[in-house]
Nanobody
């Protein structure tokens, strides 16, 4: 099993930045991903990273958000830059333990989930 705990959310003005952190405990994860869910909307993938460092981003965040990880610390990061009100959501970290996995943003590929951290950007 993999346990995930997110932190780093908060409230910022439009144009501001935040860095989210997801710490994994238990067994080591393989692919990891950030999802987000805004109030009244479906959950959507934001960015994913494989164990070998391959990265994919949602079109809506390309050039503004950056996913990274520290394998030794078993920590996943998401740097959110130039935030807009449309980025307001609960951000979730998820992971799997599939060997040689490719980074995807399909919820069904990730059995392990954190509880989320709230990001609010106001104009």
């Amino acid at each position: 099993e993999v346990q995930l705990v997110e932190s780093g959310g908060g409230s910022v003005q439009a144009g501001g930045s935040l860095r989210l952190t997801c710490v994994a405990s238990g067994k080591s994860p393989s692919c990891m991903v950030w999802f987000r869910q805004a109030l009244g909307k479906e959950r959507e993938g934001v960015a994913a990273i494989s164990s070998r460092g391959r990265i994919v981003y949602a079109e809506s965040v390309k050039g503004r958000f950056a996913i990274s990880k520290d394998t030794a610390k078993r920590t996943l990061y998401l740097k959110l830059n130039n935030l807009s009100p449309e980025d307001t959501a609960t951000y979730y970290c998820a992971a799997n333990r599939v060997a040689y996995c490719e980074p995807t943003m399909s919820e069904s590929d990730y059995p392990y989930w954190g509880r989320g951290t709230q990001v609010t950007s106001s104009s």
